[in-house]
C-alpha cells in the first residue's frame, strides 16, 4: 500500500478478525483480467468485483431462451468490447433472477453457470445475461462469486492474472 497508515490499519484489522479474510485465496483489485470458460474457449476480459452487488452479470445480446429436451436452455452472443459479433452460444438455464433496476420495474433474467478463472482459482459462478454495452466492464462479479475466494481492495486494480487450466472434464 501506498500510504502507510492504511497499511497498518489494514493488517490490525486482518490481525484482530475484523476484515473478513477466513477462506479468501487472495487480495484482489476491483477491476481484474479474469478467463471464461465457454463454447470450448478460455476467453480473457476486464471484469468488475463489486461486493455491492449479490450476483454477477455477463455481456450479452440476442438472449432468446428456449427449450431442449425438456429442459430451459437460452441463446446468446457475447458483447465484449473490440470484438466482431461473436457466434451464438447456448447454455442450460439455472434459473432465473430478478433484478432490482434504479428506475421502473424489476428485470427478469436467465442465469447460466460458468466457469471462471480468476488468479490461479477456477471455479464455477452463476451470472445472469444482460445487455452491459453501456458499462465500462462486460462481467461484474457480486458477493456470490467473490465468498472465500477474495478480499478486494478498492484502491488496487489488476493484481492477479488469471492463471488456470481447465480439468479434462472442462471444470
Request: glycine share 8%; proline share 7%; aromatic share 6%.
Amino acid at each position: 500500500m501506498r500510504n502507510p497508515i492504511a497499511a497498518l490499519v489494514l493488517s490490525v484489522c486482518l490481525l484482530a478478525g475484523l476484515v473478513p479474510s477466513a477462506g479468501a485465496r487472495g487480495v484482489y483489485g476491483w477491476v481484474e483480467f479474469v478467463e471464461l470458460h465457454l463454447g470450448g474457449e478460455a476467453l480473457k476480459l476486464k471484469a468488475k468485483l463489486d461486493t455491492g452487488a449479490r450476483s454477477s452479470s455477463l455481456d450479452a445480446v440476442d438472449v432468446q431462451p428456449f427449450e431442449r429436451d425438456g429442459k430451459r436452455w437460452v441463446r446468446f452472443r457475447l458483447n465484449l468490447p473490440g470484438a466482431k459479433r461473436s457466434a451464438p452460444l447456448e447454455e442450460p438455464i439455472v434459473r432465473y433472477v430478478r433484478i432490482k433496476r434504479h428506475k421502473g420495474p424489476y428485470d427478469r433474467r436467465p442465469m447460466i453457470r460458468l466457469q471462471i478463472c480468476l488468479g490461479d482459482e477456477l471455479r464455477s459462478v452463476d451470472v445472469n445475461l444482460t445487455n452491459r454495452g453501456r458499462f465500462i466492464y462486460p462481467l461484474l462479479l457480486g458477493r456470490r462469486a467473490l465468498t472465500g475466494l477474495a478480499v478486494v481492495d478498492p484502491a488496487r486494480t489488476f493484481q492477479r492474472a488469471p492463471r488456470c487450466a481447465a480439468s479434462p472434464n472442462g471444470e
